[in-house]
Each structure stands twice: as structure tokens, then as C-alpha cells.
């Protein structure tokens, strides 16, 4: 990359290097006869592959090669797994703190990952497992709230019924006691 | 000795001798041409290459080039680049129009709108679309014209852009004709008066300033 900023004429298209560098290295791996024709065949695998994944070598080049001054290019990708879960109700959250908080230690951890695995592709299985993952989480604590508010209930209707059963018991033996004072 | 499979070191590395070149000017073409959409061009740019067809590829760097995603419109060069790929074919199949279209990262769109002011069925004639490009480029049938002979002349550029005045009827006359304001008598007599004026003196030739001069004369009398 030239100088950000500067008013400089010829410029490198963004992210034309990442492909220069892709394009290079297969030629050398494969070392084809045609090396015109293996680079078109090259690239039209990439235009396909571009429409069926959405990732583009050179955007992506584009975003590697800018990250020190823009980093937030690569928190993009993220929400893929980070908007799902905050899309829930906001009553819903607030009892799950516990899986929140692994929510975001996943994320930490992938965002760690991220700038290194350059083959990492926004609709991959990581990251789809990783939201699946969220979703169980968040399943499990809606599942353990519900036993405890049902657990809460059957105390309740426990110590109220034991109140109600003594209530009774002890008019039983007020009767009871006035009965033998008449017998008496 | 043969060499081993395994790899030992960068020297083991075969680079095929032509490789350099071709990479020098795949580069070079791209910082002049600037292509929005980097892949779709180069698969473009490889695939002419393989085929011999002229490169997408400008001539030198255009200034106010859309660099942005969003801003991707015909522009001059790039009229000048697909004339250049497809002019010496006189009729052009509409799909390859496309793909040349799309390698140059236009969008469809305008392509689309470009076609609608003339219908045609599956192949246009090239210089029939070149006049309807130019005048996609410039608003006024004259900024149209103007356009044309800055893309087709062969003169160096900032000079009195001229070219032969058989193409230049050819695209006045047609784009006139789709014009329903400007009737056949007056172009005629236009195109008779300027082949009178100025292609008595100057070799068949009109460049930009002969026809600016006339057509303000003639349609706007002081």
C-alpha cells in the first residue's frame, strides 16, 4: 500500500497485491504451460467461488493491508455469531449472565484467531457451530429458569398448604381441648 | 542428479522464465485501469490474454476515475477500452458486450438503459452502441459528439481531436435520427454545411472546434 491520505496518481488497486501474491504462488505450485490461460481458469474459480461464499481475496487483502489503521474492518465478520443472542428479549437476558459472559469469551477467543486464519470465510462451519453453540447455551438457561420459577412455586404452595394443614390442626385441638374441658 | 521431491530451499523453486513479464504487465495494467472490482477484472484481463483479444486494460490513468464501490459509471475511458476491444468486430453479440461490460466492473444496469434507447434483438452494431455510449457520457447531442471524437481520433490527447468526417456523420446522423426534436432536413443540411466549411480545408478531417463553431452558428443565430 501507498501512503493513506496523500494525493499520489498511480495507485495500486485495493487488495490487487493479495491476488498478485495468490496468483504467483499457484503458478509456481502448479507450473502450468499456459500460464495465461491457468490464470484465467484461476480467477474464474475465484469469481465462482466469490458468488457462492461471498468472500472476495481482494477485499479481504484490502482489509489485511489497511487493518493498522482500520481494525474495526475485521469486527464486521463477527456479528455473524455476536447479533443472534442480543436480538433476544431484554427480560430474557437478564438471568443468563453466566452465558453471556461465555458468549463474549467465545468471541474474544475467535476474534484472536480471526486476523491469523486467513482462510477463514464468513459463512464457515466455525462460526456457525460457534452461534449454534450460543443458542444451546441460551436454551439451557431459558430450560433452568422455568424449573426454578416451577421449583419457587411448589415451595410456595408447599409452605402455604403446611401453614393452611397446621392452621386447621391447631383449630382441631382448640376444639378438641374445649370438648374435654365440657367433658370435664 | 535428480532433483528430490521434497522441498529445501527457495533456489529448488522453478519460475517459469516468462512469468516476471506477465505479472509486470498484469500489474502495470491494473494501476492504469483501476478497476473497481479487482477480481472480476482480472479474470477479465487473463482471459482476454489467454484468447489474444485486445486487454481491457486504459491507456493511461484516468484522474476523476470512480474509485469507490458506489460510483460506478461509464466514463470515457472506459468507452474508449471496450471500443478498442470490440470495434474491429463491426457487429457485436450482446453477451460478449456484457461480459467485456462486466469485466470493467460497470454495472448492468446502465448497460440495460444504454440498450432501451434502441432496441435491438441479440447483436448490436458497435458503432451504434459507441454513439449511444457517447451520448450516455454527455447529456447534449454536441458534448456527444464531442466525446466521440475525443475517444476515436488519433490525434495525441489535448490536441483539436479530429477524425474522418464519414464517421462523424455516421454518429451525428444516427443519434440524430433517435432524436424526435431534430427533423432529417435539418441534419442533412447541418452535415451539408460542414462538409461545404470545413472538409474542403482540412483533409476530410473535423475535430471538435470545427463542429462546436458551426452547430452554435447555425442553431443559435445571433
Given amino acids: 500500500m501507498s501512503i493513506p491520505f496523500s494525493n499520489t496518481h498511480c495507485q495500486i488497486p485495493q487488495g490487487f497485491g493479495n491476488l498478485l501474491e495468490g496468483l504467483t504462488r499457484e503458478i509456481l505450485r502448479e507450473q502450468p504451460d499456459n500460464i495465461p490461460a491457468f490464470a484465467a481458469a484461476y480467477f474464474e474459480n475465484l469469481l465462482e467461488k466469490r458468488e457462492k461464499t461471498n468472500f472476495d481475496p481482494a477485499e479481504w487483502g484490502a482489509k ?41 469469551k467465545e468471541q474474544e477467543i475467535q476474534a484472536s484467531f480471526v486476523p491469523f486464519g486467513i482462510h477463514l470465510q464468513s459463512g464457515s462451519p466455525n462460526v456457525e457451530l460457534i452461534t449454534g453453540h450460543a443458542w444451546c447455551l441460551q436454551e439451557e438457561a431459558n430450560i433452568d429458569e422455568e424449573e426454578e420459577a416451577a421449583a419457587a412455586a411448589i415451595k410456595i404452595q408447599a409452605a402455604f398448604r403446611g401453614h393452611k394443614a397446621r392452621k386447621e390442626m391447631k383449630e382441631m385441638k382448640v376444639q378438641g381441648s374445649t370438648e374435654e374441658q365440657e367433658m370435664e | 542428479m535428480p532433483l528430490p521431491d521434497t522441498m529445501f530451499c527457495a533456489q529448488q523453486i522453478h519460475i517459469p522464465p516468462e512469468l516476471p513479464d506477465i505479472l509486470k504487465q498484469f500489474t502495470k495494467a491494473a494501476i492504469r485501469t483501476q478497476p473497481t472490482d479487482v477480481l472480476q477484472w ?169 463542429f462546436f463553431i458551426e452547430d452554435k452558428k447555425k442553431f443559435h443565430p445571433v
Avoid at chain 1, 73 to 102: H, I, L, N, Y
Avoid at chain 2, 69 to 97: F, I, N, P, S, Y
Fill in chain 1, 64 to 104: 489485511v493491508d489497511d487493518r493498522f489503521y482500520n481494525n474495526h474492518a475485521f469486527k464486521v465478520q463477527q456479528p455473524c455469531g455476536a447479533t443472534e443472542p442480543e436480538e433476544a428479549p431484554p427480560e430474557k437476558r437478564a438471568p443468563e449472565k453466566d452465558t453471556s459472559q461465555e458468549i463474549v
Fill in chain 2, 42 to 210: 482480472s479474470a477479465g484481463y487473463f482471459s482476454a490474454l489467454s484468447r489474444g483479444d485486445p486487454l481491457p486494460v486504459k491507456e493511461r490513468v484516468e484522474l476523476p476515475v470512480a474509485t469507490q464501490k458506489t460510483d460506478t459509471g461509464l466514463t470515457r475511458g472506459l468507452l474508449k477500452v471496450l471500443h478498442k476491444q470490440l470495434a474491429h468486430k463491426g457487429t457485436v453479440d450482446l453477451k460478449e458486450l456484457q461480459d467485456k461490460w462486466k469485466t470493467l466492473c460497470l454495472p448492468v444496469e446502465t448497460l440495460k438503459f444504454i440498450l432501451k434507447m434502441d432496441p435491438v434483438e441479440d447483436a448490436v452494431e458497435w458503432m451504434k452502441f459507441f454513439s449511444l455510449g457517447c451520448s450516455a457520457l454527455g447529456g447534449t447531442l454536441q458534448s456527444a459528439m464531442k466525446h466521440g471524437c475525443e475517444i476515436l481520433t488519433e490525434d495525441p490527447e489535448g490536441g483539436p481531436a479530429r477524425i474522418p468526417f464519414e464517421t462523424f456523420s455516421y454518429i451525428f446522423s444516427y443519434l440524430s435520427s433517435l432524436d424526435q426534436d431534430r427533423t432529417e432536413s435539418d441534419t442533412n443540411l447541418f452535415l451539408n454545411h460542414l462538409e461545404e466549411t470545413v472538409v474542403a480545408r482540412k483533409n476530410g478531417m473535423i475535430g471538435v472546434s470545427d
